[in-house]
């Protein structure tokens, strides 16, 4: 029944696994990290739930059943001990480990995990996607205290990645009988205890200010293989500064440990001070397997004259990547020219458009743009080809030189200022015709969460562009129940070349690097953050390092005192992945 005496004959588990941290981490010690918003629930699933607290602080407070290898990916045991799948693929078994306890000292049981599904399913926590994904799965079967059985609807081979890794279970005794609005008004600022290695004392709680996290004392698997050299600070504190600039002024004053630098502009200028050269503080470009998304201008397609190929084209064909990269970037980055940049997904035999007024000009005048007023303007039936394009702060940068290329072929774009979340209401609206964004994306990719045609006649979800092809919808399904990893790779690859000749984004440029500043004081595995994460993973990796320690504050009191310098380029992963170590 899974519990004293149990085999595991039968099962699925995994022993001989790599471990993520440094097995000579040191316990204690305390980090800060900033956050540009306060969170507006503390909520783990429901309305408002996906934010930025949540994406850092989500895994250290509550668990999945199992893990993945840090280095193959492969699953692990985590609350669960075993697994198994069956034949057909679709009814998926976890064994709980006895051992695992909720922060209150309750043990983590087989109901926890019905009913946390039960609440995901629930419409009233105002989450329908959730709702949907959970629903694609029969109810689960408590088959005893320690096992638990689920079945799914369809056969997708993702399904037994979202029941295993991506579902966090929630504890029953809070739970369970609670209508989905009795939920969210009872829990959407109150702390539910997790299995995860940290709680939060909400008497602590600065609202507005900040939010600190603490590690458990007795955390169940404080001895467990999984958590060997990880979640070592005692302390974890997230202060709220919106501001990009007091953020640096606090990161100069110590008052933060940590900053992700994602202009290229700071990067270069900001952080040539004493401190920096005297090796107080570190500068660290991250190379690991991190997805970079997608960035750029997404061209409206439901809308003339961008329904028309011919438009995009001549737009994408004026967009001068390269002069924005030398010109203002530093020659930091590199041309985007994949949904899937920089991953094992994109594909290299892609379209590749440069800087080319003439090929614009060619474009437009087939397209039937060839009159021009006296302003150079081109028109056409009496109309001037005019766009209005808002945008984010700092995009001005080059978008007001792509405004003077756009002049040079007779287009007028019209330039405004507008925030993120104005940017995504026009954007889930479709109320647009050319619009910059930069998505986040999966480290697993799911192209039919943003490119299946059907999503482009509804509004609030990711396929702006108005992308309909049925041979990627054909292909969304192949990928589905395609069980081979590297089957799946080439089916990713024939959905981004269609993407890129669709022409819907006007793709910008990525990095192939994480780059963050740190002060020198703490320790952490060689790869600095985790393969495929990014400065989240710091809070689980990095421990307070003693001797560095010491030595940063005898620095900070003698002036004439430098510590070691490291250097910038961390290429740890990359050099893994160059030796084929990934299976």
């Given at each position: 029944m899974g519990g004293k005496g149990f085999t595991g004959d039968g099962w699925d588990t995994k022993s001989d696994y790599n471990i993520a941290g440094n097995p000579n981490a040191i316990k204690g010690g305390r980090i800060t990290i900033s956050l540009s918003e306060f969170p507006s629930t503390l909520r783990i699933i429901g309305k408002d739930y996906n934010n930025e607290f949540s994406g850092y602080s989500g895994n250290l407070l509550y668990q999945a059943l199992l893990g993945q290898d840090p280095i193959t990916s492969e699953y692990i045991p985590m609350l669960a001990t075993h697994w198994d799948i069956s034949e057909d693929k679709m009814t998926f078994k976890f064994r709980i480990?006895?051992?695992?306890?909720?922060?209150?000292?309750?043990?983590?049981?087989?109901?926890?995990?019905?009913?946390?599904?039960?609440?995901?399913?629930?419409?009233?926590?105002?989450?329908?996607?959730?709702?949907?994904?959970?629903?694609?799965?029969?109810?689960?079967?408590?088959?005893?205290?320690?096992?638990?059985?689920?079945?799914?609807?369809?056969?997708?081979?993702?399904?037994?990645?979202?029941?295993?890794?991506?579902?966090?279970?929630?504890?029953?005794?809070?739970?369970?009988?609670?209508?989905?609005?009795?939920?969210?008004?009872?829990?959407?600022?109150?702390?539910?205890?997790?299995?995860?290695?940290?709680?939060?004392?909400?008497?602590?709680?600065?609202?507005?200010?900040?939010?600190?996290?603490?590690?458990?004392?007795?955390?169940?698997?404080?001895?467990?293989?999984?958590?060997?050299?990880?979640?070592?600070?005692?302390?974890?504190?997230?202060?709220?500064?919106?501001?990009?600039?007091?953020?640096?002024?606090?990161?100069?004053?110590?008052?933060?440990?940590?900053?992700?630098?994602?202009?290229?502009?700071?990067?270069?200028?900001?952080?040539?001070?004493?401190?920096?050269?005297?090796?107080?503080?570190?500068?660290?470009?991250?190379?690991?397997?991190?997805?970079?998304?997608?960035?750029?201008?997404?061209?409206?397609?439901?809308?003339?004259?961008?329904?028309?190929?011919?438009?995009?084209?001549?737009?994408?064909?004026?967009?001068?990547?390269?002069?924005?990269?030398?010109?203002?970037?530093?020659?930091?980055?590199?041309?985007?020219?994949?949904?899937?940049?920089?991953?094992?997904?994109?594909?290299?035999?892609?379209?590749k458009i440069g800087f080319n007024l003439d090929s614009s000009k060619m474009l437009l005048s087939d397209a039937g743009w060839i009159e021009k007023n006296s302003d150079g303007y081109l028109i056409k039936n009496g109309k001037i080809f005019e766009i209005d394009m808002p945008f984010q702060k700092g995009m001005d940068r080059y978008l007001t030189i792509y405004q003077e290329d756009l002049k040079k072929i007779g287009i007028k774009l019209n330039l405004k200022e507008i925030d993120l979340a104005t940017t995504v209401k026009l954007g889930d609206e479709r109320n647009f015709t050319l619009l910059p964004i930069m998505w986040a994306t999966l480290v697993i990719p799911n192209p039919e969460s943003a490119f299946r045609s059907s999503l482009s006649d509804e509004k609030n979800n990711t396929n702006w562009a108005g992308i309909k092809d049925k041979r990627i919808d054909e292909l969304c399904d192949k990928y589905n129940t395609a069980f081979n990893k590297s089957e799946r790779i080439e089916i990713i690859r024939q959905i981004d070349k269609l993407l890129v000749e669709f022409s819907g984004y006007i793709l910008n440029w990525y990095a192939p690097y994480q780059r963050i500043v740190y002060h020198n004081k703490f320790g952490y595995p060689e790869g600095i953050l985790s393969r495929e994460y990014g400065i989240e993973s710091v809070l689980y990796l990095w421990y307070c390092d003693t001797k560095k320690t010491f030595e940063y504050d005898e620095a900070l009191k003698d002036k004439n005192k430098n510590l070691k310098l490291e250097d910038i380029d961390n290429k740890y992963w990359l050099m893994l992945k160059d030796k084929k170590v990934e299976k």
């Open positions: 480990n006895p051992d695992a306890r909720w922060a209150d000292g309750k043990p983590v049981t087989a109901d926890d995990f019905v009913a946390t599904w039960k609440l995901f399913t629930n419409p009233g926590i105002l989450d329908p996607y959730t709702n949907r994904k959970m629903q694609t799965y029969e109810e689960p079967v408590a088959e005893s205290k320690y096992i638990v059985s689920i079945k799914s609807k369809v056969q997708n081979w993702m399904q037994f990645f979202h029941i295993a890794k991506g579902f966090k279970l929630l504890p029953a005794h809070y739970i369970q009988n609670l209508s989905g609005k009795d939920f969210l008004d009872k829990y959407q600022f109150s702390y539910i205890p997790g299995s995860g290695p940290y709680v939060i004392i909400e008497k602590e709680i600065a609202k507005g200010q900040s939010i600190i996290l603490h590690r458990c004392s007795d955390y169940w698997g404080e001895k467990e293989k999984f958590n060997t050299g990880i979640n070592n600070f005692d302390i974890i504190k997230f202060v709220v500064i919106n501001d990009e600039s007091l953020q640096y002024e606090g990161f100069k004053k110590g008052e933060i440990d940590i900053l992700l630098i994602r202009k290229a502009l700071a990067w270069q200028e900001k952080f040539e001070f004493n401190e920096v050269i005297r090796g107080l503080i570190l500068k660290k470009k991250i190379f690991n397997e991190y997805p970079n998304g997608i960035q750029g201008i997404c061209i409206n397609t439901r809308k003339t004259p961008f329904d028309d190929i011919r438009i995009r084209k001549a737009l994408a064909y004026a967009f001068d990547r390269k002069k924005y990269n030398e010109k203002l970037f530093f020659n930091s980055y590199i041309p985007m020219n994949s949904y899937f940049a920089g991953t094992v997904y994109e594909n290299q035999s892609n379209p």
